[in-house]
């Protein structure tokens, strides 16, 4: 198995949305949405909408319908199923919710391909049917103590990513990290000097990288899209790939991986740039 952990966030990164606003606008609640947005934290929000909209008659299954319809880039889903196949090891770290994720993972034939989800765990209410959404950190019995100032209360992304860092799965490992939003600056700042992290680019967390990069150990790759992303971090996976096995770098680009046959965790063909 490659020494490669690959973190994706999932709004905005996986799929091309954001998945609390796709389903609340999806639903025809947005206008309840934005009137309460100022009074309460997101992750709360989101818990007092789902309330909302089961009050309005909608089911489950209708919430879990919209979700199926979130976009989601072929070419992201090629450049996931590529880095499993190189021997890469998945996890998500999202500030969504578990329902939301496993609906879209699942609809996409996706949920195999991660080891780990790290997001805002969610239950159906068995008295009432409707879907509750908690907080990843319960910060009504305190803190999570980040002291970044950028970091919503429910979740940071920077100590969750320190306990993958420090499982048996991922211990001494390099990471990629993938994500768009403020909440994916913290751990970026997190990252050593053998990490990379690909921020969206002309998103939140890359105006915060662009303010001063040189906070960053890691080496930044910037992606705009799900071609550029998939060209990206198969690039990043392939180099760690050489660099495992003592190989030189390839004097060219790697033009795609999707479908690349792997024997003993090593790419056997590349198609490549002239």
Known sequence: M??????????????????????????????????????????????????ELHARG????????VLRSAPLDPRVVAAIKACYGLGCDLRILSDAN??????????????????????????????TGRLRIAPYHDF?????????GICPPNMC???VLDRIRASAGAAGKRVIYLGDGRGDYCPSLRLGRDDFMMPRRGFPVWELICEDPSLLQA?????ADGAEMEETLLRLVGRVLLEER????????????PAVAVQDGMPMTLRIKN
């Open 157 to 159: 992304k920077a100590q």
């Open 98 to 127: 578990r329902f939301f994720i496993d609906t879209i993972l699942d609809h996409h034939g996706l949920t195999g391909y991660f080891s780990e989800i790290n997001t805002n765990p969610s239950a159906v209410d068995a008295a």
């Open 58 to 65: 909608k089911s489950l299954a209708d919430v879990a319908g």
């Open 140 to 148: 009504h019995a305190g803190p999570h103590g980040c002291g970044l």
């Open 219 to 223: 080496e930044v790759h910037p992606w």
């Open 2 to 51: 490659a020494g490669i952990v690959v973190v994706f966030d999932f709004d905005k990164t996986i799929i091309d949305v954001d998945s609390d606003n796709w389903v609340v606008d999806g639903l025809g609640a947005t206008e309840e949405f934005e009137r309460l947005l100022p009074t309460m934290p997101w992750n709360t929000l989101m818990d007092t909408m789902m309330g």
């Open 246 to 257: 003592n190989l030189p770098p390839l004097d060219c680009k790697l033009e795609s991986l």
